[in-house]
């Protein structure tokens, strides 16, 4: 069990190519334990942007302040405060900072490449697991 | 590719037992895509709870807004936004709200019963995905 606030845990460059002014927060990771996926908060300055890049994993996204633009390989859309992003995996695609103030969001990656799941019921996993 | 509004997701009540004032929407789920995990929000009213339970998954939390308490069989712990919270599989537990305003929370779990992943670099994970 861990309860931290985001601000106490070590804020790092991301130094992977094509990253710029992207900072990271490892607030849940496989070191905590966690066993399945891993929950980050990125800080992106304006002008910033993670690298326009694609990878076998998805990414789950949820903004916590600032103005950004997901640029895919099909296109740009516009995010902020308070919107939920799904990124399939081997999507080609990068957040940008397009405002003027540092653009926050979680983004939660599962550990390892993700095994294409069938259900019976495409629903089963929310009745199931629903709290 | 999904860029979705909280409030456009419905809102819809936690009906297990010993849930009490508690809602959920879920904003990326297997439904969407999702291969490996969902991302749900709750809303617990003033004085409404999840149900004080266990189960064989973990949760990843992030606070939004309102004060809360994480109770489980360990003791009881406060929280509030820009907190992020991790619940290890079979530990007994409640969100409870202990505020005045509607706690608000991320809560994110597997589709599936995790499976214990062992690595041999446990930071793998972080070098290796690491936006």
Known sequence: MKVIHYDEVELEPVDAEGAKG???????????GAPTFAMRMFEIEPGGHTPFHQ???????????????????????????????????????????????TLKFLCLIPHEKPVIKKA????????????
Chains 1, 2 share one sequence.
């Open 22 to 32: 992207a900072q990271i927060r490892w607030l849940i990771a496989q070191k905590d």
């Open 55 to 101: 990878h076998e994993w998805e990414h789950e996204v949820y903004c916590l302040s600032g103005n950004g633009a997901l640029i895919t390989e099909r296109g740009e859309m516009a995010f902020s405060a308070d919107d939920a992003i799904f990124v399939e995996p081997n999507l080609t695609h990068t957040f940008k900072n397009v405002g003027k103030e």
């Open 120 to 131: 019976l019921n495409p629903f089963a996993d929310e009745e199931a697991n629903n709290c």
